[in-house]
């Protein structure tokens, strides 16, 4: 079965940063459109940024040129490089992945694979 944990969440001042990482446990990395969702509580989980098998990205409008979505092949490992974060910005931070390898929506519906989730805090 494929396994995917996070980490890299904490807590964090407004205009702070942090680099959140997902290890995968098979290559779906390399072959997979693959995201970053986040949940707060009472609210719906929501797609922050996603990455195709050949690099292309796509993000939230609220997140845009704030976050950076990236991925390493060789360590099966997806990243999320959060900077100038908000206190709106605080959720659990969920990576997941899609059978797809493009053109996937940003929609929790469209991913097979999900991760535990990490806690990111912003204090205002």
């Known amino acids: 079965a494929v396994e995917m944990t996070e980490s890299g969440g904490g807590s964090v001042q407004a205009g702070g940063s942090l680099r959140l990482s997902c290890v995968a446990s098979?290559?779906?990395?390399?072959?997979?459109?693959m995201a970053w969702f986040r949940q707060a509580p009472g609210n719906e989980r929501e797609g922050v940024a996603g990455?195709?098998?050949?690099?292309?990205?796509t993000y939230a409008p609220t997140v845009q040129g704030r976050f950076i979505i990236s991925r390493d092949n060789a360590k099966n490992t997806l990243y999320l490089d959060m900077n100038n974060l908000k206190p709106e910005d605080t959720a659990m931070y969920y990576c997941?992945?899609?059978?797809?390898?493009?053109?996937?929506?940003?929609?929790?519906?469209?991913?097979?694979?999900w991760g535990q989730g990490t806690q990111v805090t912003v204090s205002s």
């Open positions: 990455i195709d098998s050949t690099g292309d990205t």
């Open positions: 997941a992945a899609s059978t797809a390898e493009f053109l996937v929506p940003l929609n929790s519906e469209y991913y097979t694979y």
């Open positions: 098979e290559y779906i990395v390399t072959a997979s459109f």
